[in-house]
């Protein structure tokens, strides 16, 4: 990384050391990122000195320090999720007219963070706080769409619970469902959460190309396939939005 400035070169060092499971040799970093091994030992020393990454001498590796999960921490509390999604659905709902929601995975089940609504509100059972079966849900789907088949396996094994007789029952069924997903971009349940309405969602992504959330739009059934297409795309679109504001990636 020749004439990259040091401040540059102390967060490429932390951001190699987070992504590592465990402590790793400086001479492995200095490799990774091509810094020569001199430079990489004094911006780890300065590291260690400030707290943000931890020498181990007896393994002779380095791992992330105290104030780097200080700094973690801090981002947990001030929602930054939240707070860079909250415009983003309220557009959405501005140029749809209806419902937005924010949802994450928690087990097997997707808890809704945020909520937006029109103006004249329609009663669906979502709602901040409440949590749903994820593979019930257009936001838990959106979301297990990009996870590894073994972690949905663990997530959704045994017969899945319907709310209203509607959706998929079995893996199998939930794992075909998956795969028109993924492949379309966003999800769709109709009906399988509050009879009468349906909804599309598609993930957020993390730097790392992880779901970290999903947007989801919901809107009564009876709105046509043509329209259901248009805020598939919409919802798409709004994901992406989130994704970039939190300096995600799209794997």
């Known amino acids: ?10 967060l490429a060092l932390l951001g190699a050391l987070a992504a590592r ?5 400086a001479g492995v970093l200095a490799r990774e990122l091509g810094l020569p091994r001199s ?36 981002y947990l509390r001030h929602d930054p999720l939240e707070r860079l999604a909250r415009p983003v659905l309220a557009r959405l709902v501005e140029q749809t007219g209806h ?13 809704y963070l945020l909520k937006e609504q029109p103006r004249t509100p329609v009663g669906i059972v979502t709602d901040v706080g409440v949590r749903l079966p994820a593979h019930a849900t257009a936001s838990g789907r959106a979301l297990l769409a990009h996870l590894p088949a073994a972690q949905v396996r663990a997530l959704c094994a045994g017969p899945l619970p319907t709310r209203t007789g509607r959706g998929p ?17 966003w999800s769709v349940e109709d009906g399988e959460v509050t009879p009468g309405f349906a ?25 046509d396939q043509r329209r259901r297409e248009r805020l598939g795309s919409a919802v798409l679109g709004g994901a992406a939005v989130v994704t970039t504001r939190i300096s995600g990636r799209h794997p």
């Open 1 to 10: 990384m020749p004439g990259v400035p040091a401040a540059r070169q102390a």
């Open 199 to 223: 909804s599309v969602a598609a993930a957020v992504f993390d730097h790392t190309g992880h779901p970290l959330a999903a947007v989801t739009l919901t809107f009564p059934d009876t709105v």
């Open 21 to 25: 499971p465990g402590p790793v040799p």
């Open 39 to 74: 430079s990489t030992y004094h911006l780890l020393a300065e590291l260690v000195a400030a707290g943000y990454a931890v020498h181990l001498p007896e393994e002779r590796t380095y791992g992330l320090g105290v104030a780097a999960f200080e700094v973690g921490s801090a």
């Open 99 to 111: 419902t937005a929601q924010l949802g994450i995975l928690r087990g097997p089940e997707v808890v």
């Open 169 to 185: 029952a079995t893996l199998r069924e939930l794992r075909t469902e998956l795969v028109r997903d993924a492949r379309r971009g």
